[in-house]
């Protein structure tokens, strides 16, 4: 059964307010783009067609207007409402009509991923159809995320947010499960945050030897843009990968293009768009070369 993709793009945003308080956080820009453009390239990188977006009651109006139904890029976008953000577990739950039993990637709206071994990456995990795949990438806060606790080289257990780090490597906001996920999600309890806890769906996993830990090493770069320092530091690291190389970091446009899932013809309509903007530059360049 083919893969299907989940954006978390709800919540709140109260480590961003003033300036998440009348926009959706995954709505942002970061550099020229939308938040939410970065970890939706990733799942049409790993060649993901359907995907859900789940969203407040309040942004949806907003992301469909910004995204329709995605046919400009050659997907299949479903809208799913998150009423109260009760943590990250909470998407398998809210979308098990949508996966209807497939496997899926899940995705958080303000994670970006940046590395050349990326598409392989994700095909690998996208190959690991029973159990799941995470990622685990150095940091040097890792008391601020799902922090990875080794022993005899192998992963024992995952801690959220621990007082006392075991490692320095964190899980990223990018899970490859399959598609017990959302049975499972319902059989977790909520942690002394109130929360449905990632970590503990996980856990589950990893005590069953279902779950791969595949460290990104040095080639790769994650950033999550919860914080106003963390959003400024990516809007950096894009424009400095864009001005340096001359290439787009987090085009939809072009994905869906080298992908095949729109011609020269619809990428052309789509520069046509931009044309007053450097991406509708951009997008014509790709097609001149």
């Known amino acids: 059964m083919q893969r299907k993709g989940i954006i978390l793009a709800g919540g709140s945003g109260t480590r961003l307010y003033p300036i998440t308080m009348a926009v959706s956080k995954q709505l942002l820009p970061v550099y020229d783009k939308p938040m939410i453009f970065y970890p939706l390239s990733v799942l049409m990188l790993a060649q993901i067609r359907e995907v859900a977006i789940i969203t407040t009651p309040q942004d949806q109006e907003q992301f469909i207007r910004l995204f329709g139904d995605g046919s400009q890029y050659g997907l299949s976008l479903t809208w799913i409402v998150q009423d109260s953000p009760d943590g990250l577990a909470q998407a398998y739950t809210l979308a098990e009509d949508f996966l209807a039993g497939a496997p899926s990637a899940l995705i958080l709206g303000d994670n970006i991923f940046f590395g050349h071994g990326l598409p392989s990456l994700l095909a690998q995990a996208d190959a690991n159809k029973h159990g799941g795949t995470v990622f685990a990438y150095r940091v040097a806060d890792p008391e601020r995320y799902g922090v990875v606790a080794f022993e005899d080289q192998k992963v024992r257990q995952i801690i959220e947010k621990p007082q006392n780090p075991p490692s320095n490597y964190a899980v990223t906001g990018l899970y490859f499960l399959d598609g017990d996920a959302p049975a499972r999600a319902k059989e977790i309890r909520p ?99």
């Open 191 to 289: 942690s002394e945050r109130g929360e449905l806890e990632i970590t503990s769906l996980l856990q589950m996993y990893l005590d069953e030897n279902l779950l791969d830990v595949q460290t990104m090493g040095r080639g790769f770069a994650w950033l999550d843009t919860g914080t106003h320092g963390t959003l400024l530091e990516a809007g950096s690291f894009v424009r400095t990968l864009t001005e340096r190389q001359g290439m787009q970091t987090g085009s939809l446009d072009e994905i869906a293009w080298s992908n095949k899932w729109i011609d020269d013809a619809a990428l052309e309509e789509r520069a046509k768009l931009f044309t007053k903007s450097t991406y509708g530059a951009y997008l014509h360049s790709l097609l001149s070369d």
